[in-house]
DNA sequence: CGGGGTTCCTGGCCGC
DNA sequence: TGCGGCCAGGAACCCC
């Protein structure tokens, strides 16, 4: 489940491949979540960008094709069998100028790809209302705590709706809350809860592009690897475990239909 | 407008 | 062994 750090690492790879580069020729799968890539035909790539789990390919013809990875999405230059039989997963792919082939892999088809004029998002509303980016210097400890303070949801479900911060989803949200000792389910924190939870969102989100982002099954880079942050998680995954920092058992639950898990003892 | 429920998808896993 | 049933979960969409 590709979140910013996994985003973030594609990313990096693609800006080092794609600017310049052309589309010779192009296809995708009939679905109209994937449909709009095969439009790009003729185009010239520009620069790579992100914003939260949303990639941003720009065109020189003033486009953006927007990809987001949904549940089980890899995007890059994907190992591809000549002798075998196509991989019926791959959703959309672009021919490059240089005889190489970008392509879309999505196997649940929870992912998305868009054309649209530069910065028209008004048909991805998630992205269009999207929150400040976790690293940017104007996102302070004051407006995060604000924010939290403006919705009446859980602290948890309201950190992974986009609108207060960007580009952090489960597996994160559960270690960011387990570091910052801040219970998932409550609908109130404190100033220096909010200041510990933001330190700790960062943290992981950083630590989690470091290791190359999170591999649990699907998850693969740009070029089809995986990452490594998987064996540094320290609750995700991890319910009935001990927990690392008090040695009681970690707890399973769904909290707003999500998976998570938390410890009873550390976060109150 | 915001919160909450539903839906989209399919491989992997579990239990009998 | 084979198979039915269930699970994972981000974001669009709908309803109140």
């Known amino acids: ?152 949801a859980r602290l948890k479900t309201a950190v992974l709706g986009q609108r207060v911060i960007a580009g952090v989803g489960n597996i994160y949200a559960d270690e960011a809350f387990w570091r910052a000792g801040v219970n998932p389910a409550a609908r109130r924190l404190g100033r220096p809860g909010a200041e510990r939870l933001l330190d700790a969102l960062r943290a992981v989100l950083q630590e989690g592009i470091e290791h190359g982002g999170t591999t649990l099954r699907d998850y693969r880079d740009a070029d089809g690897g995986s990452g490594t942050n998987q064996h540094r998680l320290d609750c995700y995954g991890r319910g009935g475990l001990p927990c690392r920092r008090c040695g009681g058992t970690l707890r399973r639950r769904v909290l707003d239909g999500r998976s998570t898990v938390s410890c009873p003892t550390c976060q109150r």
Do not use: N, Q
Not at 26 to 31: K, L
Not at 35 to 55: E, I, M, Q, S
Not at 57 to 69: A, N, Q
């Open 1 to 152: 489940m590709p979140e910013l750090p996994e985003v973030e690492t594609i990313r990096r790879r693609l800006a080092e491949e794609l600017p310049g580069r052309s589309v010779r020729s192009c296809g995708a799968h009939a679905s109209e979540k994937f449909r709009p890539a095969a439009t790009v035909r003729g185009a010239r790539f520009a620069a790579v960008r992100r914003r939260g789990k949303y990639l941003l390919v720009e065109l020189h013809d003033g486009r953006d094709l927007v990809v987001h990875l949904g549940m089980t999405g890899s995007l890059g230059f994907l190992p591809t069998g000549d002798t075998v039989p196509a991989d019926p997963y791959v959703r959309a792919w672009w021919e490059l100028d240089d005889g190489r082939t970008l392509r879309f892999r999505d196997v649940r088809r929870f992912g998305r790809l868009a054309v649209v004029e530069r910065g028209a998002y008004d048909g991805l509303p998630t992205l269009a209302a999207l929150g400040p980016e976790p690293f940017d210097e104007e996102l302070t400890a004051a407006g995060f705590h604000a924010a939290l303070r403006g919705t009446r």
